[in-house]
């Protein structure tokens, strides 16, 4: 089952589902047209490069074949104005399908059942992020932002869910949501509302899972959904926004049934002690619709002189005691959504506007996001289980060193296949790949 997660297959099972796009226009060769549209505006991500396409275009005409062809199985290499032409009228949900069919990939050939932590749960971090920012291009779904001086600029937005655990290097990028201007709201949409949407496309997609947000997401009507679509949360929540919860943890403190549960642990430098509160059955607010939550604290100290290093909280349907408590604050979203956000290309790096696919201003701002999380996703499998891409992501332990050398290597040098470039990559690194023990007992 391992195979069906190699980079050649992911390749070839992304070619199939990008074939299959809708396409209105009539022709001979329309199919092939959308197709290599598709895997053109995909390939400039997952290479990442803006100038991917111009590159192998003139590799193309000189020699007859290029890695366009090679390595994403392109047909023609179409231009820029093509790709945007043909795509257009494509939805950008038409991508959703390839998202859920990555994780059941996953979850079929079993890489992400260690994944599961609190409460034998997963965890997807749900986080807010606009990918660029312009004064001048903008468009209906764009959020904005208005300077003192009166200058507004214009920022396309979107909530970014990934599946997380501790100590994983890597995360799972799952389908977008776009935080857009809403009919009926008198304001802009914000990453709660989205992440509403969110929830209500997956319900029933995916089982046993905790969601994790910061605050902006602590609320009940929010938490309320989630166990409603059959989601589990651990959501932080600040003392100035929740201020009913504090009095009764308070009163619990006063009272005596505050649990407290200290951990001394020394960080390389100096002794720090982790001091976990928690109570269960606590209002999250008033009224007589009140949604009951466990709620816990975490005040990391420095030994020596007190000195407050951090403070945590959150609230929680997940039960909580002294056995379990330091695994679920494991849990909490803050580091791993900033994490996760490391794992995505950096701001300065983002193809969105800044290449072939601007303008933005509709459906097409929206498709350039999931084309960016999907190439984020489809690594993954990669990463997990095919063992040359393993070996060579982690001599190259910087992502972008990576993704500097792809680029370099495919603009210069033409390979017959994936396996031939990370076989190519993995000689130049003095590496080796151990034989496979199932062939050696043949």
Not at 367 to 381: K, N
Not at 422 to 441: H, K, R, T
Request: a neutral charge; one cysteine or more; glycine letters at 6%.
């Amino acid at each position: 089952m391992m195979e069906a997660l190699a980079v050649e297959h992911r390749v070839h099972v992304r070619h199939q589902q990008l074939s299959s796009l809708p396409d209105d226009r009539k022709g001979k060769t329309i199919r092939d047209a959308i197709n290599d549209a598709a895997l053109g505006a995909f390939a400039v991500f997952v290479t990442p490069s803006p100038s991917f396409l111009a590159h192998q275009r003139t590799r193309q005409h000189a020699n007859g074949r290029s890695n366009a062809e090679s390595l994403v199985r392109m047909g023609a290499i179409p231009c820029e104005h093509q790709i945007r032409t043909w795509l257009d009228p494509v939805a950008p949900a038409q991508l959703f399908p390839v998202f859920a069919e990555v994780y059941a990939a996953l979850e079929g050939a079993g890489p992400m059942w260690s994944w599961r932590v609190v409460a034998d749960q997963r965890l997807i971090a749900v986080d807010g992020t606009d990918y660029v920012a312009s004064q001048e291009i903008h468009g209906a779904r764009c959020s904005q932002r208005t300077h003192p001086h009166g200058q507004v600029t214009y920022v396309p937005q979107a909530i970014t869910p990934v599946i997380v655990a501790p100590g994983q290097p890597e995360v799972l990028t799952l389908e977008p949501e776009c935080i857009t201007p809403q009919d009926g709201h008198a304001k802009q949409d914000w990453a709660q509302v989205a992440a509403t949407r969110w929830m209500a496309r997956q319900a029933g997609r995916y089982r046993r899972v905790t969601i994790c947000g910061d605050d902006r997401y602590g609320t009940q009507p929010f938490g309320e959904l989630l166990l409603h679509h059959g989601f589990n949360f651990l959501l932080v929540c600040q003392p100035a926004s929740h201020k009913t919860l504090y009095d009764w943890i308070a009163a619990s403190e006063a009272a005596g049934a505050l649990h407290h549960c200290p951990i001394r642990r020394w960080n390389g430098r100096f002794h720090a002690v982790y001091t976990y509160r928690y109570a269960n059955d606590v209002p999250w607010r008033e009224g007589d619709d009140v949604l009951w939550v466990n709620g816990c604290e975490l005040s990391i100290t420095q030994e020596a002189d007190g000195t407050m290093l951090s403070h945590h909280a959150f609230a929680t349907p997940h039960p909580l005691n002294r056995t379990n408590v330091e695994a679920v604050v494991q849990a909490r979203p803050s580091p791993l959504e900033h994490r996760a956000r490391d794992q995505q290309c950096p701001h300065n790096q983002r193809l969105s506007s800044r290449t072939s696919l601007r303008p933005w201003p509709t459906t097409r701002g929206r498709r350039v996001t999931h084309a960016e999380s999907l190439s984020l996703a489809v690594p993954y499998g990669a990463g997990g289980t095919d063992q040359k891409y393993h070996l060579v992501r982690q001599a190259l332990a910087a992502r972008q060193t990576f993704l500097q050398d792809l680029q370099a290597l495919t603009r210069y040098l033409l390979f017959e296949s994936w396996d031939h470039r990370l076989a190519f990559m993995l000689q130049g690194l003095e590496l080796s790949v151990a034989p496979d023990p199932a062939i050696i007992s043949k």
